[in-house]
Nanobody
Framework: QVQLVESGGGLVQPGGSLRLSCAAS????????MSWYRQAPGKERELVAA????????NYADSVKGRFTISRDNAKNTVYLQMNSLKPEDTAVYYC??????????WGKGTLVTVSS
């Protein structure tokens, strides 16, 4: 069955860094675009970063440009989100998404990132 398992969340001080990982299984990972979304308390889920199936192109929300980097390793069926210079407003549950088409659209259960001193 399809699984997306996020890891790497936790508590970090402002200005710190975290690296999120999302391990995929149960589908052909290299055929899917991968994205990270986040949802803060009381807010809608928003796109943070996305990467094409072959890793050749990436896209970022304006709020994280220059601080976050998305990458993938198709040999390991894993997508990463390197988060630097974290701010309290980055506090959210971060979700991994795999997308091929409207029918093949999968979500992980999320990992909590808390940025606080």
């Amino acid at each position: 069955q399809v699984q997306l398992v996020e890891s790497g969340g936790g508590l970090v001080q402002p200005g710190g860094s975290l690296r999120l990982s999302c391990a995929a299984s149960g589908f052909t990972f290299s055929s899917y675009a991968m994205s990270w979304y986040r949802q803060a308390p009381g807010k809608e889920r928003e796109l943070v970063a996305a990467i094409t199936s072959d890793g050749s192109s990436t896209n970022y929300a304006d709020s994280v440009k220059g601080r976050f980097t998305i990458s993938r390793d198709n040999a390991k069926n894993t997508v990463y989100l390197q988060m630097n210079s974290l701010k309290p407003e980055d506090t959210a549950v971060y979700y991994c998404n795999a997308y091929r088409d409207w029918y093949h659209n999968y979500w992980g259960k999320g990992t909590l990132v808390t940025v606080s001193s």
